[in-house]
């Protein structure tokens, strides 16, 4: 089953508050916090919805272990169904510390744009592969975070290149869902483009799964237009 949600996001120039009350108005089925801008105990105080998300902050696995463990703290007491990091900054050694940090979420590892890791110079299937390979030797599990917006810039096509995540072994259960001009990352809203990524075709191959994925819309207006748009593809 495809869950849609929003994120939260500091260029639309609401509170999360507002944010979540927006939400829940156009009844969605959960909500992504992204830590972009502020931090945990920023929001210790704010009451999530049902079903959540959240999305670390960019540069989340180079910060030092006293600022992360703020997050792990409140993803234990939170229990989000899922966290959300980049490939691009991660090592092997840091993902799995990330792992028996938060021992009860399931971490999912987004592909980026560009589509090179900083330390290693390889590219996001590549990296998966060898943290695939890590997680079983280790006995952890790792999921992916798929980013239509990402793969597009990065000369991919969506579903094509999901089918290379999915060839590794490895479950997509969130999904960022987003357009863009190929050139630079603009996040538009899905359907707003002429002739853009071809969202009925991603859909169709995440319906075929056997279990759930929270597909975020992630784009910063437009939010509802997007949300009526995929709902009826």
Known sequence: MIKFGFQSSKYNSMTLEQELDFASNNKIDFFDVFFDGFTPNDIKNVELPDEYTFHLPIGFAELSSESQKEYFDYINEKKPVNITIHFCELTYETLEYICTQVPDTKVCIENTTPDVHKTYNINYVEFMKKAKELADE??????????????????FDAVEYAKKIFDLGIDIITLHLHDNDGKNDSHWAAGSVYNGINFGDVLDLFKKLKYDVNAVIEHWNNNYNALEYLQNL
């Open 138 to 155: 280790k006995g952890f599990k790792i999921y992916s975070t798929f980013d239509t917006g990402h793969a597009k810039i990065n000369g």
